[in-house]
């Protein structure tokens, strides 16, 4: 059982699949789950700026902390502004901070051409976690609807 579940939300399209994914393995009365989700900030020039506003941002976390709780589950969340290449660093702070014992992340958004040339946050992620990882798949009726990672497995 888990107590503390941080799921990371990175996109809205990735919503329902990681929250599915979080119903599952979270137990109603003894789970906290806190949903994180980052908005990604880049510069250009001499400024910052984002694709979303601070409200869409917002609203994304809102979505999924109120589906957690209409399932039962004592849910919070929060929105954290990160620079676009430390996405993997937040998240893992966010669970250091919330003590989590089970991160869950959403599908990644990137094909495998185009990890294996960019790199990934999911398998950064899944590589210095020190707690279990889920990554939720998009469900397209396949038996399987999720990718799991053990730390101690990899020796964390």
């Known amino acids: ?3 503390r579940i941080l799921v990371a939300i990175d996109d809205v399209s990735q919503i329902q ?3 599915d994914l979080v119903k599952d393995v ?5 789970s906290e789950v806190r949903a994180l989700h980052l908005r990604l900030r880049e510069v250009s020039g001499f400024h910052w700026y984002s694709r979303e506003t601070p409200s869409e941002a917002s609203l994304v976390t809102e979505a999924a902390t109120f589906e957690l709780r209409m399932a039962g589950l004592a849910a919070g ?3 954290r502004n990160v620079p676009v290449d430390r996405v993997a660093e ?3 702070a966010e669970a250091k901070a919330f003590d ?3 991160i869950v992340l959403g599908r990644p958004a990137r094909g495998e051409l185009l990890t294996r040339l960019l790199g990934s946050v999911t398998l950064r992620v899944i590589r210095r976690s020190s707690c279990p990882v889920l ?3 998009h469900r397209d009726g396949s038996a399987d609807k ?5 730390a101690s497995a990899h020796g964390n």
């Open 26 to 30: 979270a137990v109603a009365g003894r």
């Open 1 to 3: 059982m888990f107590a």
């Open 90 to 92: 937040a998240i893992l």
């Open 146 to 150: 999720a990718i799991s990672s053990d």
């Open 77 to 79: 969340g929060g929105v």
């Open 17 to 19: 699949d990681a929250l």
């Open 100 to 102: 989590a014992d089970l």
């Open 135 to 137: 990554v939720a798949q």
